[in-house]
């Protein structure tokens, strides 16, 4: 703004100083008004006390943390979450565990379902139709419970195999119910050991959950108190060299609970008065006779009595019908220097001892060849060409020939191994190409192991052999 002076010259007026609010009479009344909360309504008075308390909580926690100081506020907040999950499913647990079926109300299951079927003339079997299946669901309700009524749902009634009158057997359905009960209770148990809560077990906590089976188990109950903890070290490695592929140091629960282990172990449930012959004791890795087997193996190879195997000493097994160069890469791709001793010190501790026997044992599986597949790519590539096949069938070679059998062709091995899995690089074999072809096992074996190499050249007479008893 300009003003026009006495002597004509015009300049700019000085600018006019405002003072600042809080001078101002009316601000300074408006402040007290409203700090003292009259004349708000009802929601700005809810508003500002909320202020007032949090402003008030988070002094308290600055207080506090000044005095406390060592744990930072996030690892609280995580503390916090996981004890109030844990909570959570410890109570879904006892709820869900009130819903499921005990013993008692299976076998009265199992005897509903009798009264009420038809048998099949033709070959025998218990079998009902979807009328016979409605009505048996509500006798069962009335005996057991509402908590059985979810077996007797259509969806479920459809998943079994029906004959040409739409029935379906007994059997089945009510295996389908106690395979459901039994997996049900298995994840609430694992639950509870879940220390965590990150749906993951780690190897105390699965030994913890197969100490609490043994009881039930009616081939275990009998297992000598001193053994018991050795059993479920054993027990309990089945699950994680299955469903820790990655050796993280824990299992996927969701994984277990869908595992061959678990099924399994579940097995032993059977009496022993039932024909269970020791041949399939000792192939059930979680059978007592198993158990014992590995651990006077592992004692029997262990000469200087120290814990751990030397190379020496893990010739030994099988009788030494194993490869040279495969023990080497066994302890080149699988066991940790330095674990005992100095230096260079390497032996082979128990863990890894039972990894070795699971993949021996188990060569068919992904897991079982996954393991002996580095053992065999002897330069880390990630595939097999025919030099390697000729170094590593060059032991297997020599072993067949010290045993007194017929002069071999390297050359004509390595061919039919090529034929054999018909790999999709004909220059090199990789582990897709062995899990793909379906005979990753017996190749594994016929170049690792001179008494494989002898199954696959006596196959024929040996599958003879097997067809001879059954047709007496």
Known sequence: MYSVSNDGEGHEAA????????????????????????????????????????????????????????????YKKAETRRRIYKLQSSEAGEKQSDLLLNADDLDAMWVCLRENCVIDDAIGAEKMNYEDFCHIASVCTEQIGPKCRRFF?????????????????????????????????ARIDMSELDEDSDGFLQPHEMEAYIRGLIPNLAQLRDMPAAFVQMYCRIAAHKFFFFCDPHRRGKACIKKILLSNCLQELMELHQESEEEVTDTEQAENWFSLTSAQRICDMFLALDKDMNGTLSKQELREYADGTLTEIFIERTFDEHVRRGKRGGGNAREMDFESFLDFVLALENK????????????????????????DIHTLFRDVHQKWIEG???????????????????????????????????????????????????????????LQEEEEPEEE
């Open 15 to 74: 600018p006019r100083k405002i003072p600042p609010a809080s001078s101002m009479l009316w601000v300074r009344n408006l402040r007290r008004y409203i700090g003292s909360g009259a004349g708000l309504g009802s929601e700005a008075l809810m508003e500002l006390e909320t202020k007032r308390i949090l402003l008030d909580i988070f002094k308290e926690k600055q207080q506090k943390s000044a005095e406390g100081g060592a744990i930072p506020s996030f």
């Open 153 to 185: 749902s259509p969806s479920n009634f459809m998943k079994f195999e029906k004959d040409e009158s739409g029935r379906i057997a007994i059997l089945p359905f009510y295996l389908y119910v106690m395979r459901t009960v039994s997996l049900t209770q």
């Open 364 to 387: 068919d599986t992904p897991e079982g060849l996954t393991y002996l597949f580095r053992c065999l790519d002897l330069h880390g590539r990630g595939f097999l060409i025919t030099a």
């Open 404 to 462: 007194g059998n017929y002069e071999l062709c390297i050359e004509d091995v390595r061919d039919e191994i090529w034929d054999m899995v018909k790999p999709a690089d004909p220059l090199r074999i990789t582990l897709a190409d062995l899990l793909g072809c379906k005979q990753g096992g017996t190749v594994a074996s016929m170049l690792i192991d001179v008494r494989g190499f002898w199954a696959h050249d006596n196959r024929e007479n040996l």
